[in-house]
């Protein structure tokens, strides 16, 4: 199966900037989509930001002009740089990836999820 691993997260004031990166490791080959997520308390999970493959990107319209979402594919690694940050962006962050990836003499797809690291933004 195909691992991620989160980092980056903490507290920070109002106005100020974190960059979160999430690493996957694991018998891949190909990861097609790579993104963020996050989860305030009492509201459902929803969408930042997504890059694919090719670099195309959505953003939520919520994070638009303030955060950037960028990839290394050599490293299998995801990036999200948050700029101009407020106090309703806490929340735990989670990273995706979809894609395929090695099992025995085949390959099969995977979605997978990190476990979230907490991002806490103070007025």
């Known amino acids: 199966q195909v691992q991620l691993v989160e980092s980056g997260g903490g507290l920070v004031q109002a106005g100020g900037s974190l960059r979160l990166s999430c690493a996957a490791s694991?018998?891949?080959?190909?990861?097609?989509?790579m993104g963020w997520y996050r989860q305030a308390p009492g509201k459902q999970r929803e969408l930042v930001a997504v890059?694919?493959?090719?670099?195309?990107?959505n953003y939520a319209t919520s994070v638009k002009g303030r955060f950037t979402i960028s990839r290394d594919n050599a490293k299998n690694t995801v990036y999200l740089q948050m700029n101009s940050l407020k106090p309703e962006d806490t929340a735990v962050y989670y990273c995706?990836?979809?894609?395929?990836?090695?099992?025995?003499?085949?390959?099969?797809?995977?979605?997978?999820w990190g476990q979230g690291t907490q991002v806490t933004v103070s007025s």
């Open positions: 995706n990836a979809q894609g395929s990836y090695y099992t025995n003499w085949a390959h099969a797809p995977f979605d997978s």
């Open positions: 890059i694919r493959i090719g670099g195309s990107t």
């Open positions: 694991g018998s891949i080959l190909s990861i097609n989509v």
